[in-house]
């Protein structure tokens, strides 16, 4: 277990989650509308020198695959440009998807693995916070490679 601190220990955890997938590499996100949007788009732009080809697929419906790109000025985005998540060599699902209210039930996210994996064996990459995948259960039902859990704490002075 490796435990880091703040925004850059968010990012340098998931940077180092990836740094065995091969630059150029198809990677699909998937998570919860809105919700999970900013976390991709953050984490897209660090791993943004790999190469990676990025899509956002919002809660794990293949069809609505978007491209992520970099947009100057701006930063890392999810576009509305769709894309074709198959032969994705990782998945990074996201928390939000395992919260009642806004996501969808595992089996979709496996159908969805299932579905885009092309005959390969991505790695599968979970990014949640506050333990979400433990308590909804999702750990005993996806087949994850490896899990990042993150605490959030704010203060109001």
Do not use: H
């Amino acid at each position: 277990m490796e435990k880091k601190g703040g925004i850059v220990g968010f990012t340098g955890i998931f940077r180092g989650l990836v740094a065995d997938v091969k630059d150029g590499s198809k990677v699909v996100f998937t998570g919860s509308v809105a919700v999970c949007t900013p976390f991709i788009e953050l984490l897209a732009y660090t791993v943004r020198d790999r190469g990676f080809d990025m899509l956002y697929v919002p809660k794990a419906v293949a069809s609505e695959a978007r491209q992520i790109k970099e947009i100057k000025g701006v930063g890392y985005s999810a576009v509305d440009e769709k894309g074709d998540p198959n032969g994705a060599d990782a998945v990074v699902v996201l928390g939000g998807l395992a919260m009642p209210k806004f996501g969808c039930a595992p089996e979709d996210v496996n159908s969805l693995i299932e579905e885009i994996s092309a005959g390969k064996n991505p790695k599968i990459v979970g990014v949640g916070f506050m333990n979400i995948f433990e308590k909804a259960g999702w750990d005993k039902k996806i087949k994850f490679d490896t899990v990042m859990d993150t605490t959030m704490e704010a203060v109001v002075k």
